[in-house]
């Protein structure tokens, strides 16, 4: 029983040698050479700074120029018999224009909504972090789909 549970476990750690990130830099087949922010809006922000780090130089032909703008709501999705809030979305829209190189020359729009529905809480400051944790964890998703989007042009 031994030998069987060290042969699974020797196994199992010589067989995940071939692990590579999916959002590994070494594979781009473009380069961002410049980002704007076309708001002055914290998702806008964080969105761009999320997009920062793959902004290398490796070589290749394909060159974009980004524009990136977004749009966050926050609405009430339903309601109580007092007329209290029960729950709540939120929805994040960004949209990033491509362009080609250092010209004005659109090659593509990028529009990426994400939303999220989450009940009410009566501690308001927890309420406040959960909120900034969702729209945190929304932006990474969205950023991941820009760089995915951005490999298909």
Known sequence: MKKIFLYLCFLTFFSCSGYEPIFSTKDFTYHIS???????????????????????????????????????????TSRDSKGNALTYRITINVEVAVLKGDSNILLDTINIMKDFTYNYQVNQFELGQYKKDIIESLIVKISEEIIVALQLI
């Open 34 to 76: 410049d980002i704007k922010n076309m708001d002055d809006k914290k998702t806008t922000r964080q969105v761009v700074t999320n997009i920062l780090s793959y902004k290398l130089d490796t070589g290749n032909n394909k060159n974009y120029s980004l524009k990136v703008n977004s749009n966050e709501n926050k609405e009430i």
